[in-house]
């Protein structure tokens, strides 16, 4: 039998930290220039400067009659002149919202306040402008040129599309997408799909067989934050397969996602694999579901270790996945975590490594391993998130298992304490709460 007492545990927090400090120095995606309309949901690789002043003249601010201040400058504040001899071109204009200022002219006021000739060449106005410039805008008063119009590291929605146009650009500089490729392992995972038939189990779904669904996980992840799914076949539990795919993986992707054998199953090779091509950061961490998440680094490509059905999948590849993308994207890897009061108790739960079901033999709870003494257990646990009438937040938690019908509407969760002697946040505490769906 394989020897697992080696195995390294590391928190969700201290894994991503030790993953992000072994990446090479070159993890990071390179820039290309697109055009802009190609450019949603990007992100911004560099500064956008101003190609020119904006406005690059003395721009009318609204639909205005443009005037001379020297008309008004020595009349009493308030005060209107004569407009009986006015001629349009000379004394007046039209001046529209956004639109150069006439030439020669300095002042406007709005168009409400004048009355046209039905020839449109007199006009009479019934209110003085407050200023010199009044109802204009003045050149560079909305960015200079050379200034940032759009700072890098943003994702480009279609507002700060509108500030790079408006600064003049047509193509946007951006971060490559992370290429991700995703390795399924298991002799007992057919394609979603296949038809069933249990007389020949080896070519259709069949007794014992389970249909892939991690991979629609992992490709929705991956494209919502930005990336290309690269996705591989499904891989027998066998070394050599692994190592083959793994090897592929690493040559035509920045980032791998490995799916399942990484227990301690008979055939679950995956974790001894990556301890013979690369360095394991971690075996396992801290938390279930998902404690059998692991990291390694490949031939420096890392190589994210992702167990579980999808529900379980769902939130590792949040805490594992996620931080390596945006790393990778120049963005903060951090979590972002939403203090919440709890509005009830949590329900009781069986999880943490140490939990004995009532009445259970001792073969049927898995004992501690490479944990020290002392060391904390977590169980994650599904919330739906509320706002309340005073503007705080309402954590309420909601019963089941990850992937349970019960948890579907759940749209956070958090990390709490678990097994025997475990202090439970309690209603009333405030905790810290992640979304379930979560973005860049």
């Given at each position: 039998m394989r020897d697992h007492s080696h195995h390294i545990e590391l928190s969700r927090d201290d894994a991503v930290a030790a993953m992000l400090e072994a990446l090479p120095s070159g993890f990071g995606a390179p820039l290309e220039q697109i055009p802009l309309p190609c450019a949603y949901g990007r992100i911004l690789a560099e500064d956008v400067q101003a190609a020119n002043d904006v406005p690059d003249v003395l721009t009318c601010a609204m639909d205005s009659i443009a005037l001379h201040w020297s008309d008004f400058a020595d009349l009493p504040?308030?005060?209107?002149?004569?407009?009986?001899?006015?001629?349009?071109?000379?004394?007046?204009?039209?001046?529209?919202?956004?639109?150069?200022?006439p030439e020669g002219f300095d002042t406007a006021v709005v168009v409400e306040h004048a009355t046209v000739s039905d020839d449109e060449q007199h006009v009479r106005i019934d209110a003085a402008p407050s200023r010199q410039f009044a109802g204009t805008k003045a050149p560079g008063s909305q960015i200079r040129r050379g200034n940032t119009a759009v700072q890098a590291g943003c994702i480009i929605t279609p507002d700060a599309a509108a500030r790079i146009a408006s600064a003049g650009h047509s193509v946007a500089p951006v971060r490559v997408r992370p290429r991700v490729a995703f390795i399924p392992t298991g002799n007992e995972l057919v394609?979603?799909?296949?038809?069933?038939?249990?007389?020949?189990p080896g070519k259709f779904a069949g007794r014992g067989k389970v249909y892939e669904s991690n991979g629609a996980v992992v490709q929705g992840k991956v494209q919502a934050w930005g990336g290309t799914f690269v996705p591989f076949d499904i891989v027998p539990d066998e070394q050599e397969a692994i190592r083959a795919?793994?090897?592929?993986?690493?040559?035509?992707?920045?980032?791998?996602?490995?799916?399942?054998?990484?227990?301690?199953?008979?055939?679950?090779w995956s974790v001894e694999v990556l301890e013979e091509m690369g360095q394991v950061i971690c075996h396992q961490t801290n938390h279930g579901p998902g404690h059998h998440s692991s990291y390694a680094l490949v031939e420096g490509t890392p190589v994210v270790g992702?167990?579980?059905?999808?529900?379980?999948?769902?939130?590792?590849?949040?805490?594992?996945?996620?931080?390596?993308?945006?790393?990778?994207?120049?963005?903060?890897?951090?979590?972002?975590?939403?203090?919440?009061?709890?509005?009830?108790d949590f329900p009781p739960s069986k999880m943490g490594k140490q939990a004995v079901r009532p009445g259970a033999l001792a073969g049927e709870s898995r004992p501690p391993e490479a944990t020290e003494p002392g060391d904390i257990f977590f169980s994650i646990r599904f919330l739906t998130l509320a706002a309340e009438p005073d503007g705080t937040l309402s954590a309420t938690?909601?019963?089941?298992?990850?992937?349970?019908?019960?948890?579907?509407?759940?749209?956070?969760?958090?990390?709490v304490p678990a097994g025997p002697g475990a202090v439970m946040p309690r209603a009333g505490d405030v905790i810290r709460a992640e979304l379930r769906n979560q973005g860049l």
């Open positions: 504040e308030g005060a209107v002149p004569d407009t009986a001899e006015w001629v349009r071109g000379r004394d007046w204009e039209f001046a529209n919202t956004g639109v150069a200022m394609r979603p799909g296949l038809p069933f038939s249990e007389s020949a795919a793994v090897d592929r993986a690493c040559r035509v992707a920045d980032i791998v996602v490995l799916n399942a054998g990484s227990s301690k199953g008979s055939d679950d992702i167990s579980g059905p999808s529900g379980g999948a769902s939130f590792t590849l949040n805490f594992y996945l996620l931080p390596l993308m945006k790393r990778f994207l120049g963005l903060d890897p951090a979590p972002v975590r939403i203090p919440a009061r709890l509005a009830a938690p909601v019963p089941g298992h990850a992937g349970s019908p019960a948890t579907q509407h759940a749209n956070a969760y958090c990390m």
